[in-house]
């Protein structure tokens, strides 16, 4: 279990961590989503011991780490992070990389089996600069179970990854980690890669915590314009334009109710599916084709800025047509 | 705290003690001093600006030209040129001098004309500006490296895109380089004209030669002459304040300017190419430095080594070259191997006290050998009261000087080596549980041997080139051949001289090639 309590970090003026508070279970896997500058980083770097916190704790398995008068290294924590740039030793062979960790040696039936999984037999006696980016990943990945933590940290793990490969590592780590029962803390600026991996997401922004929550909660109930952002390009219509619409409602920074409705929610207006749906009419400004999609900028008179929508309909639409859409 | 974090402290306290001492002493009263403030002091301070700011201004120009047509443009020869340019940082300030000790006889017949026409005191003082002229120009050929080097590998790391978007757009090459390359390296100027101003500084033999009273003579000539170390501490603590403010100077200029690292691969440099009627011009241009800075003080002495009459039994060359390449060694391997234990410690542990108490502890390159020899008397004496121990006038002490004047010359390469190439997997053997020890000589020691070893081969170079501090502190009857040279040069026998001065610049040749071809290849 991981205890972060009331944790306030500053480099110079800047304050980093803005008394953040959060509770992880045994065995969960929870990703920290932000953008950059939002303290995710510095937040992994304290839990591992690699920075000091100005005030708060932390406990780890219920065994205090940080606090006013108690600080464990790193080296005492039984807490391994996985770097963004992977940190293999480069004068070390794979293989030499994988047992290097404090107990490692012990843990030859598991580290076995690690090596299977990610399948990186191969490359065990290569130098990590004759080694790609997706193995090299693999290979820090192993090496941070190898030493069976109680807590695994990964900064940014998929960040430098291609498409393809990002689903697979993604898939492996969420069942490695799952096999091991190993509490996981991810962080990571992708909010779909955190969703293809973890049980709970975390957004935070500015050192503190906008909202705690499943990815199907974050993604349909996002709590803030910010944070419906996260997932790509949406819709804010204001509340009072349609009272009685029953989609989610965020508050804009003024306290405004507004309707959120993601551009793949819209379809062509059809009257024997409409009840009880948002209805919009307006005049098509840009039409794009993009693989089967179109994806439509609306010129609706009384909502500000044009809504975005994306449609999969065969029916050719033009500039200037005007149609009626409902989310 | 733990022990690593604690020793660290302590090794970085007592290389910083005889800087402190030298500020802390800046009081106390001499009989002398009242003279020297009123009749000297001024003219110290003149002569010293009047050379720091001539070897500035010449070594400047010198450097940024020469390092903007080598790296830059394409001609025949460049590549030669390129690595020639950084020969004149094998030959220490004070040979040179000595290689040109005849240049104004060469205007005799100028000055008696001028004498018998003009008069007396006007001839003196063209004399003496020519005097100044001419110790501006030996320095700034010898010193230019130190420009070159930096605006090179500035120009290395971020030209390419500069010039690649500069010549899309247009832009002629005098343009490119008023309004691109000199406001993009004027950071690398800034901390390559910083180390020619402490070489200048550090200078003793060169002035001394040439008759101008500098502070360092100033310190020189209180403790030799006068044995008055009151007075010299004075002097030095003028000397440490004119330091400290070029350092922040440089500091407050480099802060705000960064270096503009646009990423680019050397591999497709794209090189502006020179028209062929300017060719000749800029091959000149840039072998006009190389020609003064080395080629001339070597061949000469060369050919005063072949007028000179050796007797090996007499002259104890081989005693001293081993005297000189064992001290280097020693001193090198010591403030290499405190350099890396520092570095570890204060990024391995990230301490706070450690990290501010090493940047004491490197303030010593930028302070000139005599003051720091003065610092290092002072503690022996204080030591010497307190524990009957002598520390001058033995290895340990000399090595323990070196430590003080070189351990930034070390620490550099060290330090951005590890921040580089170390930073993230010492975190990493970290939170893998490893202890600092197993971090230490299985990560760091392996990855960081090239950086190490480039490390130990400059101090190696500093020391076998360091006159003043030698000078002072050396053993009884324990001679370096920057010594010897010296002795040999006080005593006129300017052929002798050639022996010992041609082994200093044969030992630090093939350490520049080294350094160069390494630091060439890794940008």
């Known amino acids: 279990m991981v205890e972060v309590i009331n944790v306030f970090k500053y480099y110079g003026k800047q304050r980093v961590l803005n008394g953040l508070s959060l509770s992880i279970s045994k065995g969960e896997i929870v990703s920290v989503v932000g953008s950059s500058g939002s303290g995710k980083t510095t937040l992994l770097r304290i839990l591992s011991g690699l920075e000091i916190p100005e005030s708060g704790s932390i406990n780890l398995d219920d065994v205090v780490v940080n606090s006013s008068d108690i600080f464990i290294p790193p080296e005492k924590r039984n807490c391994s992070l996985v770097f963004q740039d992977y940190a293999l030793f480069p004068n070390m062979t794979m293989l030499e990389n994988i047992y290097f960790g404090e107990g490692s040696e012990n843990n030859k039936e598991i580290v076995s089996e690690l090596i299977q999984v990610t399948n990186i037999e191969k490359i065990l006696n290569k130098y990590p600069h004759e080694c790609s980016g997706g193995e090299q990943q693999r290979v820090a990945l192993v090496r941070s179970m190898a030493t069976q933590p109680n807590v695994i940290l990964m900064d940014e793990p998929l960040s430098n990854l291609d498409f393809h490969l990002k689903s697979k590592i993604s898939l492996m780590i969420s069942e490695i980690i799952r096999r091991y029962r190993t509490t996981a803390i991810i962080v990571t600026h992708d909010i779909m890669d955190a969703m293809k991996i973890s049980d709970r997401i975390i957004v935070i922004d500015n050192g503190i915590i906008l909202q705690d929550g499943s990815p199907k909660e974050i993604y349909e109930s996002p709590i803030s314009k910010l944070v419906a952002r996260y997932f790509g390009e949406t819709n804010f219509i204001p509340l009072e334009l349609f009272p009685e619409s029953n989609h989610h409602i965020v508050y804009s920074n003024d306290k405004e109710p507004l309707i959120h409705v993601r551009p793949n929610q819209f379809q062509l207006f059809s009257q024997e599916n409409s009840k009880g749906k948002l209805i919009i009419e307006g005049k098509i400004k840009s039409v794009k084709n993009i693989a089967s999609d179109l994806h439509i900028l609306l010129d609706c008179q009384d909502i500000q800025p044009d809504i975005y929508l994306i449609l999969s309909v065969e029916k050719e639409l033009k500039i200037g047509q005007v149609i009626k859409v409902m989310a | ?523």
Request: hydrophobic share 50%; aromatic share 14%.
């Open chain 2, 1 to 523: 705290m733990n022990s690593w974090n604690f020793l660290s402290i302590l090794i970085a306290l007592m290389i910083f003690l005889p800087i402190f001492l030298i500020i802390y002493n800046f009081n106390i009263e001499s009989d002398n001093w009242v003279h020297i403030r009123e009749n000297l002091l001024g003219k110290y301070i003149f002569s010293t600006l009047c050379i720091v700011l001539g070897v500035s201004v010449l070594s400047t120009i010198i450097g940024v030209g020469s390092a903007w047509y080598v790296t830059c443009h394409d001609f025949r020869g460049r590549k030669t040129l390129e690595w020639i340019l950084i020969l004149p940082m094998t030959i220490p300030t004070y040979i040179a001098a000595y290689a040109y000790y005849d240049i104004l006889e060469l205007l005799n017949p100028f000055f008696n004309w001028f004498r018998i026409n003009i008069g007396i005191n006007e001839t003196m003082m063209v004399e003496s500006f020519l005097i100044y002229l001419i110790v501006i120009i030996l320095f700034s050929f010898v010193l230019y490296p130190y420009v070159y080097l930096s605006v090179r590998a500035s120009l290395l790391l971020s030209g390419n895109r500069l010039i690649e978007s500069a010549i899309t757009l247009g832009l002629p090459s005098n343009k490119i380089f008023k309004k691109l390359i000199l406001p993009s390296t004027k950071p690398a100027i800034i901390a390559g004209l910083s180390l020619v101003i402490m070489e200048t500084l550090n200078d003793y033999a060169a002035v001394e030669y040439f008759g101008i009273s500098t502070l360092t003579i100033g310190i020189f000539r209180s403790w030799f002459g006068m044995y008055d170390m009151a007075s010299a501490l004075k002097l030095s603590s003028y000397l440490i304040l004119f330091v400290f403010s070029i350092l922040i100077t440089e500091k407050i200029i480099r802060g705000k300017e960064r270096y503009n690292n646009i990423n680019g691969s050397q591999n497709t440099f794209s090189k502006i190419p020179v028209k062929n009627k300017k060719i000749f011009l800029v091959f000149i241009l840039c072998f006009t430095p190389f020609i003064f800075g080395f080629l001339i003080p070597f061949v000469r002495l060369l050919t005063w080594l072949l007028y000179s009459s050796f007797n090996f039994e007499d002259m104890n060359i081989v005693q001293i070259s081993f005297n000189t390449i064992f001290i280097s060694l020693i001193a090198s391997l010591s403030i290499v191997c405190i350099a890396f234990t520092i570095n570890f410690v204060k990024n391995y542990f990230n301490n706070r006290i450690v990290r501010k108490i090493s940047e004491l502890a490197i303030l010593g390159y930028s302070i000139p050998g005599a003051i720091i020899a003065i610092g290092i008397l002072k503690l022996n004496s204080h030591i010497n009261t307190s524990f009957n121990i002598l520390i001058i006038g033995s290895v340990f002490g000399l090595v323990f000087a070196y430590g003080v004047r070189f351990l930034a010359v070390a620490w550099q390469p060290i330090q951005s080596s590890m921040k580089k190439q170390c930073a993230s997997i010492n975190h990493a053997s970290r939170v893998l549980s490893a202890s600092s020890t197993t971090s230490l000589f299985k990560i760091n020691l392996p990855i960081l041997r090239k950086p190490l070893l480039i490390a130990a081969l400059i101090v190696f170079i500093d020391v076998a080139k360091e006159l003043p501090l030698t000078l002072i502190l050396r053993p009884f009857n324990f001679d370096t051949l920057a010594t010897y040279t010296y002795d040999l040069i006080n005593q006129a026998q300017f052929f002798q001289s050639s022996l010992p001065s041609l082994l200093i610049i044969a030992i630090s040749f093939p350490a520049i090639y080294f350094i160069n071809r390494t630091t060439r290849n890794e940008l």
